[in-house]
Protein backbone atom coordinates (compact mmCIF):
# COMPACT_ATOMS: atom_id res chain seq x y z
CA UNK A 1 0.00 0.00 0.00
CA UNK A 2 1.26 3.26 -0.64
CA UNK A 3 1.89 5.79 2.25
CA UNK A 4 -0.94 8.12 2.59
CA UNK A 5 -0.31 11.91 3.42
CA UNK A 6 -2.59 13.93 5.84
CA UNK A 7 -1.99 17.89 5.25
CA UNK A 8 -3.32 19.47 8.06
CA UNK A 9 -3.14 23.42 7.91
CA UNK A 10 -4.63 26.18 10.37
CA UNK A 11 -6.11 29.21 9.47
CA UNK A 12 -8.32 32.59 11.64
CA UNK A 13 -5.57 32.70 14.55
CA UNK A 14 -2.21 30.95 15.71
CA UNK A 15 -2.79 28.20 18.71
CA UNK A 16 -5.89 26.82 18.15
CA UNK A 17 -3.84 23.69 19.13
CA UNK A 18 -2.96 22.10 15.76
CA UNK A 19 -0.20 19.91 17.32
CA UNK A 20 -2.59 18.01 20.20
CA UNK A 21 -5.08 17.72 16.90
CA UNK A 22 -2.11 15.94 15.04
CA UNK A 23 -1.53 14.04 17.39
CA UNK A 24 -4.90 12.87 18.42
CA UNK A 25 -5.78 11.89 14.95
CA UNK A 26 -2.37 10.23 15.00
CA UNK A 27 -3.22 8.13 18.16
CA UNK A 28 -6.55 7.10 16.72
CA UNK A 29 -4.81 5.73 13.48
CA UNK A 30 -2.13 3.76 15.41
CA UNK A 31 -5.32 2.64 17.75
CA UNK A 32 -7.00 1.14 14.35
CA UNK A 33 -3.23 -0.93 13.90
CA UNK A 34 -1.54 1.69 11.12
CA UNK A 35 1.78 2.56 10.91
CA UNK A 36 1.76 6.31 11.56
CA UNK A 37 4.13 9.59 11.73
CA UNK A 38 3.77 12.99 12.00
CA UNK A 39 5.97 15.41 10.42
CA UNK A 40 6.00 19.51 11.40
CA UNK A 41 6.77 21.61 8.70
CA UNK A 42 7.77 25.29 10.55
CA UNK A 43 8.10 28.78 8.21
CA UNK A 44 10.55 30.23 10.34
CA UNK A 45 13.81 31.00 8.87
CA UNK A 46 16.13 29.60 11.69
CA UNK A 47 17.47 26.38 10.90
CA UNK A 48 16.08 24.55 14.27
CA UNK A 49 14.48 26.29 17.16
CA UNK A 50 17.61 25.29 19.01
CA UNK A 51 19.19 28.83 19.12
CA UNK A 52 15.28 30.62 19.98
CA UNK A 53 14.79 32.14 23.35
CA UNK A 54 12.14 29.62 25.91
CA UNK A 55 10.18 32.32 25.89
CA UNK A 56 9.93 32.92 22.11
CA UNK A 57 9.28 29.24 21.28
CA UNK A 58 8.76 27.07 24.29
CA UNK A 59 10.79 24.06 24.89
CA UNK A 60 12.95 22.72 22.66
CA UNK A 61 12.24 19.39 21.72
CA UNK A 62 15.34 16.97 21.16
CA UNK A 63 14.79 13.34 19.84
CA UNK A 64 17.38 10.42 20.14
CA UNK A 65 19.32 11.33 16.87
CA UNK A 66 20.15 14.80 18.64
CA UNK A 67 18.12 17.02 16.25
CA UNK A 68 16.68 19.86 18.23
CA UNK A 69 12.93 20.47 17.39
CA UNK A 70 9.66 22.20 17.78
CA UNK A 71 7.72 21.04 20.90
CA UNK A 72 5.26 19.21 18.89
CA UNK A 73 6.78 16.69 18.39
CA UNK A 74 6.72 15.84 22.07
CA UNK A 75 3.13 15.49 21.55
CA UNK A 76 3.76 13.70 18.34
CA UNK A 77 5.72 10.94 20.90
CA UNK A 78 3.77 11.23 23.94
CA UNK A 79 0.20 10.59 22.24
CA UNK A 80 1.43 8.00 19.25
CA UNK A 81 4.21 6.46 21.44
CA UNK A 82 6.87 6.80 18.57
CA UNK A 83 10.22 7.79 18.16
CA UNK A 84 10.71 11.06 16.05
CA UNK A 85 13.55 12.36 14.36
CA UNK A 86 15.70 15.31 12.37
CA UNK A 87 13.44 14.03 9.86
CA UNK A 88 10.24 14.70 11.34
CA UNK A 89 10.78 18.64 11.85
CA UNK A 90 11.57 20.65 8.96
CA UNK A 91 12.04 24.75 8.94
CA UNK A 92 12.66 26.80 6.04
CA UNK A 93 15.79 27.49 7.01
CA UNK A 94 16.86 23.76 7.03
CA UNK A 95 15.25 24.09 3.30
CA UNK A 96 17.00 26.74 2.23
CA UNK A 97 20.46 26.08 3.92
CA UNK A 98 19.75 22.51 2.35
CA UNK A 99 19.19 24.48 -1.27
CA UNK A 100 21.88 26.57 -0.84
CA UNK A 101 24.75 24.27 -0.07
CA UNK A 102 22.91 22.27 -2.87
CA UNK A 103 23.32 25.22 -5.24
CA UNK A 104 27.53 26.06 -4.12
CA UNK A 105 27.96 22.00 -4.98
CA UNK A 106 26.52 23.15 -8.20
CA UNK A 107 23.82 20.62 -7.75
CA UNK A 108 21.58 22.80 -10.33
CA UNK A 109 23.78 23.04 -12.91
CA UNK A 110 23.96 26.48 -14.10
CA UNK A 111 19.68 26.81 -13.18
CA UNK A 112 18.47 30.22 -11.95
CA UNK A 113 17.25 28.53 -8.19
CA UNK A 114 13.99 29.75 -7.35
CA UNK A 115 11.27 29.42 -5.07
CA UNK A 116 9.17 27.18 -7.93
CA UNK A 117 10.76 24.75 -7.96
CA UNK A 118 13.59 24.39 -6.39
CA UNK A 119 12.42 25.77 -2.44
CA UNK A 120 8.91 23.59 -3.58
CA UNK A 121 10.64 20.36 -4.79
CA UNK A 122 12.90 20.54 -1.31
CA UNK A 123 10.23 21.11 1.23
CA UNK A 124 8.32 18.08 -0.91
CA UNK A 125 11.59 15.78 -0.91
CA UNK A 126 11.60 16.06 2.89
CA UNK A 127 7.90 14.85 3.32
CA UNK A 128 8.28 11.87 0.98
CA UNK A 129 11.63 10.81 2.23
CA UNK A 130 10.20 10.45 5.89
CA UNK A 131 7.04 8.63 4.03
CA UNK A 132 9.43 6.20 2.58
CA UNK A 133 12.06 6.00 5.38
CA UNK A 134 9.32 3.55 7.75
CA UNK A 135 7.37 1.86 5.37
CA UNK A 136 4.59 4.32 6.99
CA UNK A 137 1.14 4.24 6.04
CA UNK A 138 0.30 7.13 6.90
CA UNK A 139 2.07 10.42 7.43
CA UNK A 140 0.92 13.46 9.01
CA UNK A 141 1.95 16.63 7.95
CA UNK A 142 2.01 19.52 10.07
CA UNK A 143 2.41 22.84 8.46
CA UNK A 144 3.07 25.57 11.26
CA UNK A 145 1.99 29.42 10.75
CA UNK A 146 -1.48 30.13 9.47
CA UNK A 147 -2.85 30.01 6.10
CA UNK A 148 -2.73 33.45 4.80
CA UNK A 149 0.70 34.04 5.77
CA UNK A 150 3.54 34.92 3.43
CA UNK A 151 5.86 32.72 4.69
CA UNK A 152 3.32 29.51 4.67
CA UNK A 153 3.14 29.79 0.98
CA UNK A 154 5.98 27.75 0.09
CA UNK A 155 4.48 24.96 1.86
CA UNK A 156 1.23 25.35 0.74
CA UNK A 157 2.31 25.11 -3.17
CA UNK A 158 4.51 22.18 -2.14
CA UNK A 159 1.26 20.42 -0.60
CA UNK A 160 -0.51 21.42 -3.65
CA UNK A 161 1.71 19.76 -5.68
CA UNK A 162 2.22 16.61 -3.60
CA UNK A 163 -1.21 16.21 -3.71
CA UNK A 164 -0.35 15.81 -7.23
CA UNK A 165 2.32 13.83 -7.38
CA UNK A 166 1.51 10.90 -4.71
CA UNK A 167 -2.22 11.14 -6.11
CA UNK A 168 -5.30 12.70 -4.74
CA UNK A 169 -6.40 9.23 -3.34
CA UNK A 170 -3.27 9.31 -1.40
CA UNK A 171 -3.46 12.59 0.42
CA UNK A 172 -6.38 14.13 2.35
CA UNK A 173 -6.30 18.03 3.39
CA UNK A 174 -7.35 18.76 6.82
CA UNK A 175 -8.14 22.15 7.38
CA UNK A 176 -7.99 23.98 11.12
CA UNK A 177 -10.13 26.75 11.80
CA UNK A 178 -11.92 29.07 14.65
CA UNK A 179 -15.64 29.69 15.08
CA UNK A 180 -15.71 32.43 17.66
CA UNK A 181 -18.97 33.33 19.56
CA UNK A 182 -19.89 36.74 20.01
CA UNK A 183 -21.42 37.05 22.98
CA UNK A 184 -23.20 40.84 21.83
CA UNK A 185 -25.15 38.57 19.02
CA UNK A 186 -25.21 35.45 21.27
CA UNK A 187 -24.44 34.00 17.78
CA UNK A 188 -21.53 31.40 16.45
CA UNK A 189 -19.44 33.16 13.28
CA UNK A 190 -18.50 31.13 10.28
CA UNK A 191 -17.19 33.85 8.48
CA UNK A 192 -13.59 33.24 9.92
CA UNK A 193 -13.68 29.96 8.58
CA UNK A 194 -15.35 30.84 5.11
CA UNK A 195 -12.57 33.21 4.20
CA UNK A 196 -10.14 30.80 5.98
CA UNK A 197 -10.85 28.08 3.37
CA UNK A 198 -11.24 30.68 0.60
CA UNK A 199 -7.41 31.77 1.62
CA UNK A 200 -6.64 27.90 1.32
CA UNK A 201 -8.30 26.99 -1.88
CA UNK A 202 -6.97 30.37 -3.67
CA UNK A 203 -3.69 28.22 -2.79
CA UNK A 204 -4.99 25.20 -4.63
CA UNK A 205 -5.51 23.58 -1.41
CA UNK A 206 -9.20 22.92 -0.52
CA UNK A 207 -9.73 21.23 2.40
CA UNK A 208 -11.79 17.97 2.56
CA UNK A 209 -12.26 18.16 6.27
CA UNK A 210 -12.61 21.19 8.50
CA UNK A 211 -11.86 20.83 12.09
CA UNK A 212 -13.54 24.01 13.84
CA UNK A 213 -12.33 24.82 17.32
CA UNK A 214 -14.92 26.48 19.25
CA UNK A 215 -16.02 27.17 22.94
CA UNK A 216 -19.50 26.02 21.94
CA UNK A 217 -20.94 23.19 21.26
CA UNK A 218 -21.99 23.52 16.84
CA UNK A 219 -24.76 22.52 16.25
CA UNK A 220 -26.41 21.30 12.82
CA UNK A 221 -27.75 24.24 11.37
CA UNK A 222 -24.32 25.65 11.68
CA UNK A 223 -22.60 22.73 10.55
CA UNK A 224 -24.69 22.77 7.53
CA UNK A 225 -23.93 26.34 7.00
CA UNK A 226 -19.54 25.58 7.23
CA UNK A 227 -20.35 22.39 4.89
CA UNK A 228 -22.22 24.55 2.46
CA UNK A 229 -20.33 27.55 2.04
CA UNK A 230 -16.84 25.26 2.76
CA UNK A 231 -17.60 22.90 -0.23
CA UNK A 232 -17.60 20.26 2.20
CA UNK A 233 -20.05 17.19 3.74
CA UNK A 234 -21.76 18.05 6.72
CA UNK A 235 -20.00 14.68 8.55
CA UNK A 236 -16.45 16.20 7.22
CA UNK A 237 -17.51 19.70 9.92
CA UNK A 238 -15.94 17.93 13.02
CA UNK A 239 -16.29 20.06 16.51
CA UNK A 240 -13.21 20.55 19.06
CA UNK A 241 -14.49 21.91 21.67
CA UNK A 242 -12.64 22.83 24.70
CA UNK A 243 -11.19 19.77 26.84
CA UNK A 244 -10.17 20.05 30.66
CA UNK A 245 -6.58 17.87 29.68
CA UNK A 246 -5.05 17.19 25.94
CA UNK A 247 -5.34 13.38 26.79
CA UNK A 248 -9.52 13.88 25.93
CA UNK A 249 -8.53 15.36 22.80
CA UNK A 250 -8.50 12.00 20.81
CA UNK A 251 -11.49 10.51 22.75
CA UNK A 252 -13.66 13.55 21.84
CA UNK A 253 -12.62 13.51 17.86
CA UNK A 254 -13.13 9.88 17.84
CA UNK A 255 -17.00 10.82 18.66
CA UNK A 256 -16.98 13.80 16.05
CA UNK A 257 -16.06 11.10 13.74
CA UNK A 258 -12.72 12.24 12.59
CA UNK A 259 -10.75 8.96 12.19
CA UNK A 260 -13.77 7.33 10.97
CA UNK A 261 -14.16 10.08 7.89
CA UNK A 262 -10.34 10.21 7.40
CA UNK A 263 -10.42 6.44 7.09
CA UNK A 264 -13.35 6.49 4.43
CA UNK A 265 -11.88 9.64 2.25
CA UNK A 266 -8.51 7.00 2.32
CA UNK A 267 -10.02 3.97 0.91
CA UNK A 268 -8.64 2.16 4.57
CA UNK A 269 -9.66 -1.00 5.89
CA UNK A 270 -9.01 -1.21 9.73
CA UNK A 271 -10.50 -2.43 12.75
CA UNK A 272 -12.01 -0.30 15.12
CA UNK A 273 -9.68 1.79 17.23
CA UNK A 274 -8.36 -0.16 20.30
CA UNK A 275 -8.37 3.04 23.20
CA UNK A 276 -8.80 0.60 26.28
CA UNK A 277 -5.45 1.55 27.64
CA UNK A 278 -5.97 5.35 26.67
CA UNK A 279 -9.55 5.81 28.08
CA UNK A 280 -8.03 4.16 31.64
CA UNK A 281 -5.26 6.65 31.65
CA UNK A 282 -7.57 9.31 31.05
CA UNK A 283 -9.74 8.24 33.70
CA UNK A 284 -6.63 8.07 36.08
CA UNK A 285 -6.05 11.64 35.40
CA UNK A 286 -9.55 12.88 35.86
CA UNK A 287 -10.46 11.05 38.67
CA UNK A 288 -7.13 10.40 40.75
CA UNK A 289 -7.23 8.93 44.32
CA UNK A 290 -4.85 11.46 45.41
CA UNK A 291 -3.27 14.77 45.06
CA UNK A 292 0.08 16.06 45.66
CA UNK A 293 2.42 19.32 45.42
CA UNK A 294 5.37 19.44 43.38
CA UNK A 295 7.52 23.11 43.36
CA UNK A 296 8.96 23.54 39.80
CA UNK A 297 11.64 25.83 40.38
CA UNK A 298 12.81 27.50 37.29
CA UNK A 299 13.55 30.81 35.55
CA UNK A 300 11.02 31.06 32.76
CA UNK A 301 7.91 29.86 35.15
CA UNK A 302 5.90 32.59 33.64
CA UNK A 303 6.12 30.11 30.35
CA UNK A 304 4.54 26.88 30.90
CA UNK A 305 5.62 25.74 27.75
CA UNK A 306 9.14 25.60 28.96
CA UNK A 307 8.95 22.97 30.61
CA UNK A 308 5.89 21.16 28.53
CA UNK A 309 7.66 17.91 28.61
CA UNK A 310 8.16 18.04 32.38
CA UNK A 311 4.58 19.12 33.18
CA UNK A 312 3.27 16.42 30.95
CA UNK A 313 6.01 13.54 32.51
CA UNK A 314 4.94 14.28 35.94
CA UNK A 315 0.91 14.18 34.61
CA UNK A 316 2.10 10.30 33.64
CA UNK A 317 4.10 9.84 36.77
CA UNK A 318 1.06 11.09 38.85
CA UNK A 319 -1.16 9.07 36.70
CA UNK A 320 0.91 5.96 37.08
CA UNK A 321 0.72 6.40 41.14
CA UNK A 322 -3.12 7.04 40.95
CA UNK A 323 -1.81 10.30 41.33
CA UNK A 324 -3.26 14.33 40.39
CA UNK A 325 0.53 16.08 40.18
CA UNK A 326 -0.24 19.70 41.00
CA UNK A 327 2.34 22.26 40.29
CA UNK A 328 3.36 24.83 41.97
CA UNK A 329 5.26 27.57 39.76
CA UNK A 330 8.50 29.08 41.55
CA UNK A 331 10.45 31.87 40.28
CA UNK A 332 13.98 30.62 40.93
CA UNK A 333 15.11 34.31 40.82
CA UNK A 334 13.01 35.29 43.44
CA UNK A 335 13.96 32.42 46.43
CA UNK A 336 16.11 34.13 49.30
CA UNK A 337 17.53 32.92 52.77
CA UNK A 338 13.90 34.33 53.74
CA UNK A 339 11.25 33.37 51.76
CA UNK A 340 12.19 30.03 50.94
CA UNK A 341 10.19 28.24 53.54
CA UNK A 342 7.23 30.86 52.23
CA UNK A 343 7.42 29.01 48.49
CA UNK A 344 8.68 25.77 49.28
CA UNK A 345 7.37 24.79 52.72
CA UNK A 346 3.88 23.73 51.50
CA UNK A 347 5.09 21.68 49.03
CA UNK A 348 6.06 17.39 48.78
CA UNK A 349 8.75 17.53 46.47
CA UNK A 350 11.14 20.01 44.40
CA UNK A 351 11.83 19.44 41.03
CA UNK A 352 14.65 21.80 39.65
CA UNK A 353 14.54 22.34 36.19
CA UNK A 354 16.95 22.96 33.05
CA UNK A 355 18.05 26.02 31.92
CA UNK A 356 21.17 28.54 30.66
CA UNK A 357 22.42 31.23 31.94
CA UNK A 358 23.18 32.93 35.56
CA UNK A 359 20.25 34.58 35.64
CA UNK A 360 18.11 32.73 39.07
CA UNK A 361 20.81 30.03 39.12
CA UNK A 362 21.07 31.17 43.10
CA UNK A 363 17.85 30.52 43.68
CA UNK A 364 18.30 26.54 42.61
CA UNK A 365 20.58 26.34 44.63
CA UNK A 366 18.94 27.79 47.81
CA UNK A 367 16.32 25.04 46.26
CA UNK A 368 18.26 22.38 46.61
CA UNK A 369 19.64 23.35 49.73
CA UNK A 370 16.20 23.12 51.08
CA UNK A 371 15.10 19.59 49.71
CA UNK A 372 18.55 18.13 51.04
CA UNK A 373 18.22 19.68 54.48
CA UNK A 374 14.76 19.24 54.92
CA UNK A 375 14.54 15.38 53.29
CA UNK A 376 12.28 16.61 50.30
CA UNK A 377 11.82 14.84 47.15
CA UNK A 378 14.44 15.64 44.70
CA UNK A 379 14.86 16.00 40.76
CA UNK A 380 16.90 17.95 39.46
CA UNK A 381 17.44 17.65 35.87
CA UNK A 382 20.34 19.05 33.56
CA UNK A 383 20.92 22.17 34.86
CA UNK A 384 18.83 21.47 38.22
CA UNK A 385 21.62 18.66 38.24
CA UNK A 386 24.31 20.80 38.28
CA UNK A 387 22.80 22.86 40.92
CA UNK A 388 22.98 19.89 42.96
CA UNK A 389 26.40 19.31 42.61
CA UNK A 390 27.34 22.71 43.10
CA UNK A 391 25.34 23.18 46.17
CA UNK A 392 26.33 20.02 47.78
CA UNK A 393 30.28 20.42 47.21
CA UNK A 394 29.83 24.29 48.59
CA UNK A 395 27.55 22.93 51.77
CA UNK A 396 28.39 19.76 52.15
CA UNK A 397 32.39 19.18 50.82
CA UNK A 398 33.25 22.47 52.03
CA UNK A 399 34.30 23.60 48.75
CA UNK A 400 33.35 27.29 49.33
CA UNK A 401 32.52 29.26 46.46
CA UNK A 402 32.08 26.28 44.40
CA UNK A 403 30.51 26.85 41.08
CA UNK A 404 29.79 25.97 37.51
CA UNK A 405 32.56 27.52 34.56
CA UNK A 406 28.83 28.59 32.82
CA UNK A 407 28.56 31.10 35.77
CA UNK A 408 31.79 31.61 37.28
CA UNK A 409 35.01 31.52 34.79
CA UNK A 410 37.55 31.50 37.16
CA UNK A 411 36.00 29.81 40.59
CA UNK A 412 38.22 27.91 42.70
CA UNK A 413 35.97 25.04 42.64
CA UNK A 414 35.11 23.98 38.62
CA UNK A 415 32.63 21.39 40.10
CA UNK A 416 30.85 21.74 36.72
CA UNK A 417 32.89 22.45 34.16
CA UNK A 418 33.13 22.49 29.84
CA UNK A 419 33.75 19.14 28.37
CA UNK A 420 37.47 19.52 26.28
CA UNK A 421 35.39 18.98 22.90
CA UNK A 422 33.23 21.94 24.12
CA UNK A 423 36.34 24.29 24.92
CA UNK A 424 36.83 25.29 21.33
CA UNK A 425 33.03 25.18 20.10
CA UNK A 426 32.13 28.91 18.92
CA UNK A 427 28.83 28.50 16.81
CA UNK A 428 25.85 28.13 18.96
CA UNK A 429 23.34 26.12 16.83
CA UNK A 430 23.65 22.53 16.67
CA UNK A 431 26.87 22.22 19.16
CA UNK A 432 25.94 21.21 22.71
CA UNK A 433 26.47 17.53 23.63
CA UNK A 434 22.34 16.58 21.98
CA UNK A 435 20.34 13.55 21.79
CA UNK A 436 20.69 9.57 22.99
CA UNK A 437 23.65 8.52 25.02
CA UNK A 438 23.99 5.49 27.00
CA UNK A 439 24.17 5.31 30.77
CA UNK A 440 25.35 2.89 33.22
CA UNK A 441 23.55 2.40 36.44
CA UNK A 442 25.02 1.54 39.54
CA UNK A 443 23.32 -1.42 42.22
CA UNK A 444 20.95 -0.55 44.80
CA UNK A 445 20.74 3.06 43.80
CA UNK A 446 17.91 4.96 43.40
CA UNK A 447 17.94 5.45 39.92
CA UNK A 448 19.05 1.86 39.51
CA UNK A 449 16.03 0.83 41.68
CA UNK A 450 13.38 3.11 39.66
CA UNK A 451 14.60 2.14 36.31
CA UNK A 452 14.60 -1.77 37.40
CA UNK A 453 17.42 -2.26 34.46
CA UNK A 454 21.53 -1.72 34.60
CA UNK A 455 21.88 0.33 31.58
CA UNK A 456 19.53 2.58 29.88
CA UNK A 457 19.40 5.68 27.04
CA UNK A 458 18.60 8.70 27.90
CA UNK A 459 18.28 12.21 25.85
CA UNK A 460 20.98 15.38 26.31
CA UNK A 461 21.23 19.09 25.48
CA UNK A 462 23.68 20.46 27.35
CA UNK A 463 27.33 22.12 27.51
CA UNK A 464 29.01 21.48 30.45
CA UNK A 465 29.51 18.29 32.85
CA UNK A 466 30.43 17.20 36.17
CA UNK A 467 34.45 17.87 36.05
CA UNK A 468 35.90 14.71 36.76
CA UNK A 469 38.99 15.67 37.91
CA UNK A 470 36.68 17.14 41.33
CA UNK A 471 34.73 13.67 40.95
CA UNK A 472 36.16 11.73 43.96
CA UNK A 473 36.48 14.77 46.38
CA UNK A 474 32.43 14.78 46.02
CA UNK A 475 32.49 11.08 46.24
CA UNK A 476 34.05 10.92 49.46
CA UNK A 477 31.87 13.47 51.02
CA UNK A 478 29.11 11.46 50.45
CA UNK A 479 27.65 12.23 46.72
CA UNK A 480 26.81 9.46 45.13
CA UNK A 481 27.30 8.59 41.57
CA UNK A 482 24.75 6.31 40.18
CA UNK A 483 24.74 6.79 36.28
CA UNK A 484 28.14 6.99 34.11
CA UNK A 485 27.89 6.75 30.56
CA UNK A 486 30.54 4.04 29.61
CA UNK A 487 31.87 5.69 26.22
CA UNK A 488 33.19 8.62 28.08
CA UNK A 489 33.20 8.00 31.80
CA UNK A 490 30.91 11.00 32.25
CA UNK A 491 28.83 11.32 35.20
CA UNK A 492 24.77 11.07 34.16
CA UNK A 493 23.20 10.84 37.63
CA UNK A 494 23.90 11.72 40.99
CA UNK A 495 21.75 11.00 44.25
CA UNK A 496 22.75 10.88 48.31
CA UNK A 497 22.06 7.90 50.13
CA UNK A 498 21.25 9.25 53.33
CA UNK A 499 17.50 11.16 52.02
CA UNK A 500 14.38 10.10 50.87
CA UNK A 501 14.82 10.87 47.10
CA UNK A 502 17.39 13.04 45.98
CA UNK A 503 18.36 12.43 42.58
CA UNK A 504 19.39 14.65 39.58
CA UNK A 505 20.05 13.52 36.15
CA UNK A 506 22.34 15.44 33.60
CA UNK A 507 20.02 14.32 30.69
CA UNK A 508 16.21 15.26 30.25
CA UNK A 509 14.43 12.37 31.09
CA UNK A 510 10.90 14.06 30.66
CA UNK A 511 11.78 13.78 26.49
CA UNK A 512 11.34 10.27 27.07
CA UNK A 513 7.67 9.94 28.91
CA UNK A 514 5.13 8.80 26.85
CA UNK A 515 1.50 7.60 28.09
CA UNK A 516 1.90 4.58 27.57
CA UNK A 517 5.33 4.36 28.80
CA UNK A 518 5.57 6.75 31.72
CA UNK A 519 9.34 7.56 32.74
CA UNK A 520 10.43 5.29 35.57
CA UNK A 521 11.85 8.56 37.60
CA UNK A 522 8.77 10.49 37.00
CA UNK A 523 7.25 7.75 38.60
CA UNK A 524 9.72 7.10 41.31
CA UNK A 525 9.96 10.83 42.29
CA UNK A 526 5.74 11.72 42.39
CA UNK A 527 5.74 8.55 44.66
CA UNK A 528 8.44 9.33 46.94
CA UNK A 529 6.72 13.01 46.91
CA UNK A 530 3.02 11.51 47.77
CA UNK A 531 5.27 9.47 50.50
CA UNK A 532 6.84 12.51 52.14
CA UNK A 533 3.84 14.25 52.06
CA UNK A 534 1.31 13.72 54.84
CA UNK A 535 4.16 15.57 56.50
CA UNK A 536 4.56 18.54 54.56
CA UNK A 537 0.91 18.88 53.15
CA UNK A 538 -0.45 19.69 56.99
CA UNK A 539 0.28 23.14 57.52
CA UNK A 540 -0.32 25.14 54.37
CA UNK A 541 1.83 28.43 53.96
CA UNK A 542 0.13 31.86 53.33
CA UNK A 543 1.76 33.20 50.03
CA UNK A 544 2.90 31.79 46.82
CA UNK A 545 3.45 31.75 43.22
CA UNK A 546 1.30 29.02 42.77
CA UNK A 547 -1.22 29.19 40.18
N1 LIG B 1 23.43 25.29 30.98
C1 LIG B 1 23.77 23.94 31.30
C2 LIG B 1 24.68 23.33 30.26
O1 LIG B 1 24.78 23.82 29.18
C3 LIG B 1 22.54 23.07 31.49
C4 LIG B 1 21.73 22.91 30.26
C5 LIG B 1 20.35 22.39 30.52
O2 LIG B 1 19.83 22.49 31.62
N2 LIG B 1 19.70 21.87 29.48
O3 LIG B 1 25.33 22.35 30.52
Redesign the pocket.
Known amino acids: MPTKYILVTGGVTSSLGKGIICASLGRLLVARGLNVTVQKLDPYINVDPGTMNPYEHGEVYVTDDGAETDLDLGHYERFLDIKTSQQNNVTTGRIYYDVITKERRGVYLGKTVQVIPHITDEIKSHVINLGESGNYDIVIVEIGGTVGDIESLPYIEAMRQLKYEVGRENTLSIHLTLVPYLAAARELKTKPTQHSVKTLSESGLSPDILVCRSEHSLDTSIRGKIAQFCNVDIEDVIASLDAESIYEVPLLMQKEGLDKRVIQKLNLTTSEPDLERWISFVDKIKYPSANVKIALVGKYVEHHDSYKSIVEALIHGGAANDAKVNIKWVQSETLNAQNIEKYLGDVSGILV?????DRGVEGKFRAVKYARENEIPFFG????M?SAVVEFARNVAGMEGAN?T?FVKDTEFPV?DLMLEQKNVKDKGGT??LGKYACSLKKGTKAALAYGIDSVDERH?????LNNALREDLQSAGLVVSGVNPEKDLVEIVELADHPWFVGV?F?PELRSTVYNPHPLFISFVAASIAARAKREEEPVAESTAE
Request: proline share 5%; charged share 25%.
Open positions: APGFGICLGQSEIMRRHRYEQH
